[in-house]
């Protein structure tokens, strides 16, 4: 890298959405920090980026990655929350341990990772751009922990970016996706498996296994649409707030606008639809 090389520091690079968005940084001339949990990155990855274990689940850990990236990098201009997973069931047969764990990695993550780089940003500039979802303003049956825990991210988002309105160069940005072809559906499916079932819900477990619930079967877009739009959010002259990923995410977000008694039956509508769809077209 050269002095004048920006720097990003990305979460959950291992696979899906972020390595797209560790091969697109590096496509435009970025140095890239690509962190995972797991240490099992993609050979290309790792030739092009500078890879590292992180859990932003541990203190210690976050403060030590931020620190070795400015001693070695002098600079830190973009943090990418990405990592991620989700936690699928009714919310009645979900564990609280369960959704404790997921809060941690979806709001507590990009919560300690904001407060360890803003001294430097506050200093130089740069952009915090966190990979939301619809889902965090439009709940959906079967994915309730996983909605809380992204309109929970959301609001922290939100505030940080009116708190630090007015510091030079310093923006805060979501990146708000529908689905994406990923790994997310099955190891969110893998969530289920041990799970005691209340039968009251056996359509939203119908929904999840077999509909496009977590899938979004052809409505999903490409982890390579949403990096791009990460990079765009890192590179905007002047960044939005919010950047939703294609038309059908936009659509899904407004849909909150809607009145209850008219979102409701939406979303039970679309489960339903969508696991008859997907047994018949097996």
Not at 95 to 107: G, T
Not at 113 to 121: D, G, R
Not at 174 to 186: I, M
Not at 266 to 275: E, M, N, T, V, Y
Request: aromatic share 8%; net charge negative.
């Amino acid at each position: 890298m050269t002095e004048d090389d920006s720097v990003v520091l990305l979460t959950g690079a291992a696979s899906g959405i972020g390595a797209a968005t560790a091969r697109a940084f590096a496509d435009d001339g970025w140095t890239v920090y690509a962190t995972d949990v797991r240490t099992a990155f993609p050979e290309d990855i790792r030739e092009r980026c500078r890879c590292l274990e992180l859990d932003v689940t541990d203190d210690t850990q976050v403060e030590a990655v931020v620190d070795r990236i400015l001693e070695e990098a002098g600079r830190l201009d973009c943090l990418v929350n990405n990592a991620g997973y989700g936690v699928a069931g009714p919310v009645e047969d979900i564990a609280s341990d369960d959704v404790r764990e997921q809060f941690d990695v979806l709001v507590h993550g990009p919560h300690r990772l904001a407060q360890a780089v803003l001294p430097e940003m506050r200093e130089r500039g740069g952009r915090i751009i966190t990979v939301s979802s619809v889902l965090g303003h439009t709940a959906s049956p079967g994915l309730g922990a996983y909605s809380a825990g992204k309109a929970a991210v959301e609001s922290l988002t939100d505030a940080l970016r009116i708190e630090v309105a007015g510091a030079s160069d310093l923006h805060v940005s979501l990146v708000e996706p529908a689905w994406v072809e990923t790994g997310f559906a099955d190891s969110a499916l893998g969530s289920l498996h041990d799970r005691d079932r209340t039968p009251t819900y056996d359509r939203t477990y119908d929904a999840l296994e077999d509909g496009w619930i977590l899938t979004g079967g052809p409505l999903a877009t490409t982890p390579e649409t949403v990096a791009a739009t990460v990079l765009a959010a890192a590179t905007d002259a002047t960044p939005k707030a919010r950047y939703p990923v294609g038309a059908f995410a936009t659509f899904v977000r407004w849909t909150h606008w809607l009145p209850a008694r008219l979102q409701d039956p939406i979303h039970r509508g679309f489960g339903r639809l969508s696991a008859f769809l997907g047994r018949w077209l097996r």
